[in-house]
């Protein structure tokens, strides 16, 4: 059996994002694996590592050239294989799951792992697209996982605090902080890396077609005050501080 995992690449959390034209430019943004989909790569090393019989990881990545980067990451912390999917067009997560089951397909995948919620869309509607299409189970914010043969079980979070399940395989399964830790790729490994298929395929062979397209973007920005509080009165900076929270910021009753 072989697990697919699928990673994006991000701009780090910390980073400024510029809008140039009414679209995101990230020339210069520091990017990063999503972190959802790092406990994604991270579970299915584990898994093997388990001695649960998984022949081959593959990583998948759908996006423009800088993708290369993520899917290089995924490789170096022990990923087997890589697919990146090429294209500089955004397409939302019911078309980016065309791609998923296709590979899924045929590349003889049992599971799927996909982070619960991209970063930057804010979307958690990818695994379950994916699961869709492939008429597969999905367990969605798994906290923990053991596989036996192609059986699956393990507990993940519900409304009312967590539950256990057990599911026969193929499935998909989201993940999400908290499943494990990521381990960082070591200096053998990256070298390692190099060395290890990267295939690249193009979008259109997979007939994607996107249902919605981004017509613009915009920033949410609000201006500092620069209102200075004398502190020399402790009492008196306290009382006016609560009155500008109060009447200003419109955050106290």
């Known amino acids: 059996m072989n697990i697919l995992t699928l990673v994006r690449q991000v701009p780090d959390a910390e980073a400024r994002v510029k809008i140039n034209q009414q679209t ?7 990017l990063v694996v999503d972190g959802m989909d790092e406990y ?8 093997r590592e388990s ?10 990545a759908i996006g423009p050239k800088r993708n290369e980067d993520a899917l290089r990451t995924a490789l170096a912390m022990g990923v087997d294989r890589a697919i990146h999917v090429e294209t500089d067009e955004h397409f939302d997560a019911v078309t980016l799951s065309k791609v998923v089951a296709q590979v899924a397909q045929s590349e003889n995948v049992g599971l799927i792992l996909v982070g619960g919620q991209e970063a930057d869309w804010d979307s958690q509607a990818l695994g379950a697209a994916s699961a869709e299409r492939l008429s597969w189970p ?5 906290n923990e996982l053991k596989l036996d043969g192609d059986t699956l079980t393990g507990r993940h979070d519900v409304d009312d605090g967590n539950e256990s399940f057990r599911v026969t395989l193929p499935a998909v399964v989201t993940t999400q902080q908290g499943l494990n830790e990521p381990r960082y790729p070591t200096l053998p490994n990256i070298m390692k890396a190099k060395k290890k298929e990267l295939r690249k395929d193009d979008a259109a ?14 920033i949410q920005t609000r201006a500092r005050r620069n209102t200075m509080i004398d502190g020399k009165d402790p009492q008196a900076a306290a009382a006016q501080l609560l009155e500008l929270l109060r009447s200003e910021a419109k955050v106290l009753a």
């Open 205 to 218: 062979a997979y007939g994607l077609q996107a249902r919605v397209r981004t017509v613009g973007a915009e």
């Open 24 to 30: 995101v430019d990230l020339d210069g943004t520091t």
């Open 40 to 47: 994604g790569v991270e579970e299915a090393l584990r898994l």
């Open 51 to 60: 001695g649960a019989g998984v022949e081959q990881i593959i990583a998948l």
């Open 138 to 142: 999905q367990l969605t914010w798994t």
